[in-house]
């Protein structure tokens, strides 16, 4: 039913906008008007729709409480002397009736028979509802178009009315993306906050033991939950360093190739197939280094390892030729991978903004290309080129698939690249994944794990303001 309020809506907009081009026309034939035909059409289409936009929400948001207080208004006394859940459940299945669906044979008598007649009572509250609602829209919606039909004429500001509502639209667009940010971190301080309640912030920040499942003996480590961070921390920063740096050299050096070496073809063909990488979905990634990635590095570690055992290495080739799939190497080379276009395509775009004339100057004064390059276009470009670096950490710290695919689950804390490790973002998701109760401290471990990756997030943002401020003032 929603879907054909819209149309009427729409309708209403089109007809509004047609009638007063049409009025506006007519008014103004001979006469010098203070704004266009179709800016005073557009006023018309305007109050047709935002007021009966308006209604609409409004009754989107105010139906289902008047339907269920009219539902419960007519109910039996057999339905009413059900216990909430087994209402809440007879009332599921006769909607389900209601629309069409065969009746549920697990109510007893006279329930069985009450529910049939309860689905088509629903059926029908609900459509003379929507009814009523699609007709209140169409009447507001005929109303406005006549007021506004009734301002038409050549002294009339109808530019600035639609400048002012287009202005109120854009401001509605950013206080939304605002507020939006706002209920993020203000659901994340709220929820962070109970769980700090329940766990200490220094044992969370510090501990070295991460266990948040809930214990089936009194004498496992979990039975209280182990809530120390540390591991995680650990294993986020490691990957993300293995993953920068695979993505930062091969991403910058692709850009000054491609900037200032390679010719008009070889460009036009070449970073197009390196921004690709960009478009490939991250799961894809997952499957690369699980399938591919993972198998191949163990093969080649038990190798050496197999070489190694029996001589003076032999704990180290044990070692090796234990080494499994899954290792923080594998997810944090798949991810510098997936990573390279984010360093390239932007660090190509920033060194070729680097005005042309800095270049021919230095080759002015003898300078060699590689020279230019290092001496000239590198400074030039470092604001940007850290920017670059930045979205790629921020992307890095924010990937989930690689990881969980790659890396593992285990919260070990170690800089081996051979280990399995975990990060943040897979633990949180791990946290919240079923049904969740959101009053333990292992649920609430994931708001607190968020607000902690946010606030380090925005820690780097800001170190990385202040570099690109200070660079940029010593080059100006």
Request: with cysteine; charged share 10%.
């Given at each position: 039913?929603?879907?054909?309020?819209?149309?009427?809506?729409?309708?209403?907009?089109?007809?509004?906008?047609?009638?007063?081009?049409?009025?506006?026309?007519?008014?103004?034939?001979?006469?010098?008007?203070?704004?266009?035909?179709?800016?005073?059409?557009?006023?018309?289409?305007?109050?047709?729709?935002?007021?009966?936009?308006?209604?609409?929400?409004?009754?989107?948001?105010?139906?289902?409480?008047?339907?269920?207080?009219?539902?419960?208004?007519?109910?039996?006394?057999?339905?009413?002397?059900?216990?909430?859940?087994?209402?809440?459940?007879?009332?599921?299945?006769?909607?389900?009736?209601?629309?069409?669906?065969?009746?549920?044979?697990?109510?007893?008598?006279?329930?069985?028979?009450?529910?049939?007649?309860?689905?088509?009572?629903?059926?029908?509250?609900?459509?003379?509802?929507?009814?009523?609602?699609?007709?209140?829209?169409?009447?507001?919606?005929?109303?406005?178009?006549?007021?506004?039909?009734?301002?038409?004429?050549?002294?009339?500001?109808?530019?600035?009315?639609?400048?002012?509502?287009?202005?109120?639209?854009?401001?509605?667009?950013?206080?939304?993306?605002?507020?939006?940010?706002?209920?993020?971190?203000?659901?994340?301080?709220?929820?962070?906050?109970?769980?700090?309640?329940?766990?200490?912030?220094?044992?969370?920040?510090?501990?070295?033991?991460?266990?948040?499942?809930?214990?089936?003996?009194?004498?496992?480590?979990?039975?209280?939950?182990?809530?120390?961070?540390?591991?995680?921390?650990?294993?986020?920063?490691?990957?993300?360093?293995?993953?920068?740096?695979?993505?930062?050299?091969?991403?910058?050096?692709?850009?000054?190739?491609?900037?200032?070496?390679?010719?008009?073809?070889?460009?036009?063909?070449?970073?197009?197939?390196?921004?690709?990488?960009?478009?490939?979905?991250?799961?894809?990634?997952?499957?690369?280094?699980?399938?591919?990635?993972?198998?191949?590095?163990?093969?080649?570690?038990?190798?050496?390892?197999?070489?190694?055992?029996?001589?003076p290495l032999d704990g180290v080739g044990q070692y090796l030729a234990l080494v499994q799939n899954q290792m923080a190497l594998?997810?944090?080379?798949?991810?510098?991978?997936?990573?390279?276009?984010?360093?390239?395509?932007?660090?190509?775009?920033?060194?070729?903004?680097?005005?042309?004339?800095?270049?021919?100057?230095?080759?002015?004064?003898?300078?060699?290309?590689?020279?230019?390059?290092?001496?000239?276009?590198?400074?030039?470009?470092?604001?940007?080129?850290?920017?670059?670096?930045?979205?790629?950490?921020?992307?890095?710290?924010?990937?989930?698939?690689?990881?969980?695919?790659?890396?593992?689950?285990?919260?070990?804390?170690?800089?081996?690249?051979?280990?399995?490790?975990?990060?943040?973002?897979?633990?949180?998701?791990?946290?919240?994944?079923?049904?969740?109760?959101?009053?333990?401290?292992?649920?609430?471990?994931?708001?607190?794990?968020?607000?902690?990756?946010?606030?380090?997030?925005?820690?780097?943002?800001?170190?990385?303001?202040?570099?690109?401020?200070?660079?940029?003032?010593?080059?100006?």
């Amino acid at each position: 039913m929603t879907w054909l309020v819209f149309l009427i809506l729409l309708l209403a907009g089109a007809l509004a906008y047609g009638g007063g081009l049409a009025l506006a026309r007519r008014r103004g034939r001979d006469v010098r008007s203070h704004s266009r035909p179709g800016q005073h059409a557009a006023f018309a289409a305007i109050w047709a729709v935002i007021p009966a936009l308006v209604v609409l929400t409004i009754g989107q948001i105010t139906l289902p409480g008047i339907a269920t207080g009219l539902i419960e208004a007519g109910e039996t006394p057999a339905v009413a002397e059900l216990e909430p859940f087994r209402r809440a459940a007879f009332y599921s299945d006769a909607r389900r009736v209601g629309a069409g669906d065969q009746a549920q044979q697990i109510w007893p008598a006279p329930l069985a028979q009450e529910l049939t007649a309860t689905g088509q009572r629903i059926a029908w509250i609900g459509n003379g509802l929507n009814l009523a609602l699609g007709a209140l829209v169409a009447a507001v919606a005929l109303i406005g178009a006549l007021v506004a039909f009734t301002r038409i004429r050549p002294d009339f500001r109808a530019r600035s009315r639609v400048e002012a509502w287009v202005a109120i639209g854009l401001f509605a667009c950013s206080a939304i993306a605002v507020l939006t940010t706002i209920g993020i971190i203000a659901s994340l301080v709220y929820d962070s906050w109970r769980f700090f309640q329940s766990v200490p912030i220094t044992e969370f920040l510090f501990g070295t033991k991460w266990s948040p499942q809930i214990a089936i003996r009194a004498d496992q480590v979990g039975s209280s939950g182990a809530f120390g961070a540390v591991p995680l921390f650990a294993g986020t920063l490691l990957i993300m360093l293995i993953a920068m740096i695979v993505a930062g050299p091969i991403g910058l050096f692709s850009a000054i190739y491609l900037s200032e070496y390679a010719g008009p073809k070889t460009r036009a063909t070449v970073k197009p197939l390196l921004e690709i990488l960009a478009g490939v979905p991250t799961v894809v990634y997952g499957f690369f280094a699980a399938l591919t990635v993972g198998p191949a590095l163990r093969v080649f570690f038990n190798t050496i390892g197999g070489w190694l055992i029996g001589g003076p290495l032999d704990g180290v080739g044990q070692y090796l030729a234990l080494v499994q799939n899954q290792m923080a190497l594998t997810a944090g080379a798949v991810m510098g991978i997936m990573l390279i276009p984010f360093v390239s395509s932007l660090s190509d775009d920033i060194i070729n903004a680097v005005p042309q004339s800095l270049r021919d100057g230095s080759f002015a004064m003898g300078a060699t290309k590689s020279e230019t390059i290092s001496r000239v276009l590198m400074p030039a470009a470092l604001p940007g080129v850290a920017g670059a670096f930045l979205l790629a950490v921020s992307r890095a710290i924010g990937e989930t698939m690689i990881v969980t695919m790659a890396a593992g689950l285990a919260a070990n804390l170690t800089f081996n690249p051979l280990d399995t490790v975990t990060t943040v973002t897979v633990q949180i998701v791990t946290l919240l994944t079923g049904d969740q109760e959101f009053n333990s401290p292992k649920t609430l471990a994931a708001f607190g794990l968020g607000l902690t990756l946010f606030l380090v997030t925005l820690a780097l943002n800001i170190i990385a303001q202040r570099i690109v401020s200070a660079y940029r003032e010593q080059y100006d």
